[in-house]
């Protein structure tokens, strides 16, 4: 990666990249942001505003219009170009629609000669995640996905409110496909030193499993409820992907429920890639952390990665 200037190029301009491309702009999130999109004009117009807004802001990024050729010496690429999510259908109904744009994509960006940091937002995100690694033969670190990472902030912000503490005490994760099979493994969930669990059982008449059952329901289902009221979702995953670029830029070795490729964690060895925590730094997908699992949540898990690896196979 280069030490001179950080550089992302950002594949599809719609509402979660130009989310993610306002969020990089306003947190001085690299030196250098490179639009690519299908709608050329579109792309432009995009960074005309941003570049307008230069002024108001403590950077000096530089923004512009480009082609696939810029991702020569690009350290992160991120991949938002897609179809979006309608209302009532699931991410992985978007699979076959979106396979077809990653089979234009992916090869473009390694042909320019690309040997950075591919990071992927487009739904279904693990799916695309693993065509991405297939369709461009980088290492497996180097391909990974936005994942759960939306859905543990979600969990831990309703958590927080739940337990009033500030959500940043919360330890909890949501782990599995990002979609209707993702879970919370409650056995791992830890509130500043204390277990969750510990606190049901100690508080029995304030903090109750079906409070937190439905607290799961509600991060699974949120994206349906936002789409349902708005038509899309962007503002949080443009800002999760920006605190993951975050991370790869500083070196900060900070965990996230990433989408990526389980090496033989929890006895599962096939190609898929899914959510789970994870140590993110320059390298990209440096260490996958195994978590110990109840057998009834292994299931869940073992469910939720046998569902994403039938559709995969199902995209042939």
Known sequence: MSSISRKVVLVGTGMVGMSFAYSALNQSICDELVLIDLNEVRAKGEAMDLNHGLAFSNSSMKIYFGSYSDCADADVVVICAGVNQKEGETRLQLLQRNYKVFESIVPSVVSSGFDGIFLVATNPVDIMT???YELSGFNSAKVLGTGTTLDTARLRYLLGEYFNVDPRH???????EHGDSEF???????????PVND???QYPDRFKIDDLCRIEHEVRTAAYEIIKAKGSTYYGIGMA???IVRAIFHNENSV???SVRLRGQYGLRKEVFIGNPCIINSGGASRILELSLTDEELEKLKTSYQILDESYNSIN
């Not at 919360?170 to 599995?176: K, R």
């Not at 919370?184 to 204390?194: D, E, F, G, R, T």
């Open 241 to 243: 992907i920006c605190r």
């Open 199 to 201: 606190l049901l059982s």
């Open 170 to 176: 919360i330890h909890a994760y949501v782990i599995g």
């Open 184 to 194: 919370v493994p409650w056995s791992q969930a830890i509130m500043a030193v204390k």
């Open 130 to 132: 693993r065509v991405t």
């Open 256 to 258: 996230f429920t990433t």
